[in-house]
């Protein structure tokens, strides 16, 4: 299966394209909401925008983790992570 990414500049000119908003105002729209999200997250450690989903952050623990290629072993340290869970709408839409 092959990934497909979305980049920033993706959005900014579908969002122009189909809005027909200046390239800079799509800008400030992006970065906005992105903003907001990171801002949520820092603050109450998760974000729920309702018919879309919930983003949270995961305390990953500091563990033993070994290279596959050269088997070397090494720790991992402990770190912060973001998981984001579907909406039951969002759901639906992708599985019609």
């Not at 970065?31 to 990171?38: A, D, R, S, T, V």
């Not at 018919?51 to 070994?66: A, C, E, Q, V």
């Not at 088997?71 to 973001?82: F, L, M």
């Amino acid at each position: 299966m092959k990934r497909s990414n979305i980049s920033k500049n993706e959005l900014l000119k579908t969002i122009n394209s189909n809005l027909g908003t200046p390239l800079s105002l799509s800008k400030k729209i992006i970065n906005e909401i992105l903003n907001i999200i990171i801002e949520g997250l820092n603050s109450e450690n998760f974000v729920k925008i309702s018919g879309f989903g919930t983003f949270k952050i995961l305390d990953k623990k500091s563990r033993i983790g070994r290279n596959p290629k050269t088997g070397k072993i090494h720790e991992i340290k402990a770190r912060r992570t973001v998981a984001f869970y579907p909406s039951k709408k969002f759901k639906s839409i992708i599985n019609e």
